[in-house]
């Protein structure tokens, strides 16, 4: 057996930075674990207040009472702007909208950034493919992200999402 070893050069474009409002990509929970005294990875930026958000990759979702699908995500708003962002979180199924929610977002933080952690009961969702599209507005400048998710039919003795 001949082993073999390759490697491949690759060019990455950082694009400028734009102006306006800017959203981090919106990341599906799968549960989220405290955050020790000892922990010093202040940076870590799926650190939420108290919890460290662990993403969600790809399992699905089950169906089942009282279950919910949360999101995260962090806005940065443009610093001293008149008006505030706006975040508009929409569910879709097969492109049609299934759900849509326009939650008030809490003031930033000592950093100038929007923590946001949310929840959607799946009692109305069917099971299957999802996508969450969220948009953030601010001051006439824009930007959107997408994230996916799957949700599961119920099986009996399962354990649900925390």
Do not use: C
């Amino acid at each position: 057996v001949e082993k073999k070893v390759s490697a491949r050069r690759t060019a990455l474009n950082v694009p400028p930075a734009r102006e306006g409002v800017h959203m981090s990509s919106v990341t599906v929970v799968k549960r989220t674990d405290p955050i020790y005294p000892d922990d010093q990875d202040v940076e870590n930026p799926l650190r939420f207040e108290s919890k460290k958000i662990v993403p969600n990759l790809a399992e699905p979702i089950i169906k089942a009472p009282g279950n919910q699908v949360w999101l995260y995500m962090v806005v940065y708003p443009v610093p001293d702007a008149l008006d505030k962002p706006r975040l508009v979180v929409q569910f879709l199924r097969d492109g049609q909208v299934v759900a849509q929610a326009s939650p008030d977002l809490p003031a930033p933080d000592a950093k100038g950034r929007i923590g946001y952690v949310g929840a959607l009961p799946l009692e109305n969702f069917e099971p299957g493919d999802y996508e969450v599209r969220a948009v953030v507005r601010q001051g006439g400048t824009g930007e959107e992200e997408h994230a996916f998710f799957t949700v599961s039919p119920e099986v009996s003795g399962s354990l649900t999402n925390r």
